[in-house]
């Protein structure tokens, strides 16, 4: 996992930070469409705005999003870096869980072969 490692930790664990909070999960789908600003992010969320921007700045912390800000509108955008790193990661556990569960499956019928 060394070469996820990014200054501060590493950027698989600020993503699993981040993906964690359903709320930011709910926010990074959203910003699949496409950029949102502040408000727009917002909306959708029963929460005061100050606690719902901490979320966008563990979002943007992380590096799962991006933002820009044109006089007093922010605009945030998805930033698919974080997420290809994940994949990753997760293609490598997948690809050891598969080849684990070939080589029991190979070992009972083995088993099964010798019973016979």
């Keep these: 996992m060394a070469k996820y490692a990014g200054e501060g930790g590493s950027v698989l664990d ?3 930070q981040a993906l964690a909070d359903p709320t930011r ?3 990074v ?3 699949t469409q496409g950029p949102a600003t502040t408000s727009d992010l917002a909306r959708p969320f029963d929460m005061a705005l100050p606690s719902f921007t901490q ?3 563990v979002l943007e912390q992380s590096g799962l ?9 922010r605009t945030y955008r998805l930033a698919p870096r974080p997420l ?3 994949d990753t990661w997760l293609a490598a556990q997948r690809a050891r ?3 684990r569960l070939d080589q029991l499956d190979s070992l009972l019928y083995d088993l099964k072969e010798q019973e016979r």
């Design 55 to 57: 979320h966008l700045h």
């Design 65 to 73: 999003v991006t933002s820009e800000k044109t006089g007093r509108v």
């Design 29 to 31: 789908e959203r910003l």
């Design 25 to 27: 999960r709910q926010v």
């Design 84 to 86: 290809e790193h994940l």
């Design 97 to 99: 869980w598969t080849r």
């Design 14 to 16: 600020s993503v699993f």
